[in-house]
């Protein structure tokens, strides 16, 4: 599996942003797709996931109601809509891959993509 996220930038805080994962493979139905944030000093974190598959979504606490995960299967690509955004969610955000394992822990992440930096200045 192969995964190339972007959209990352710098916005206000109350801005939005949308990130994508183009992700490549012949056996992406067997993942979830998690978007992951590392923030300087901190260890990743769960953000959001969605089953390959099944297109169940899991988030975080503290972006529910704020950020919205979903794939496009046609175009092979997962999404990580981001509205009304705040300085914390400032971080280096990564999309991985997992099979099994739990999946709000970054160690269960079988591939990764490169991190897209998302600055939110107040």
């Known amino acids: 599996v192969q995964l190339q996220a972007s959209g990352g930038g710098l916005v206000q805080a109350g801005g939005s942003l949308r990130l994508s994962c183009a992700a490549s493979?012949?056996?992406?139905?067997?993942?979830?797709i998690g978007w992951l944030r590392q923030a300087p000093g901190k260890e990743r974190e769960f953000v959001a996931g969605?089953?390959?598959?099944?297109?169940?979504?899991y988030y975080k606490d503290s972006v529910k109601g704020r950020f919205t995960i979903s794939r496009d299967n046609a175009e092979n690509t997962v999404y990580l809509q981001m509205n009304s955004l705040k300085p914390e969610d400032t971080a280096v955000y990564y999309c991985g891959a997992c099979s099994r394992g739990i999946l709000t822990a970054s160690s269960s992440y079988e591939y990764w993509g490169q991190g897209t930096l998302v600055t939110v200045s107040s």
């Open positions: 493979g012949r056996t992406l139905s067997r993942y979830v």
């Open positions: 969605i089953g390959w598959s099944s297109g169940m979504t």
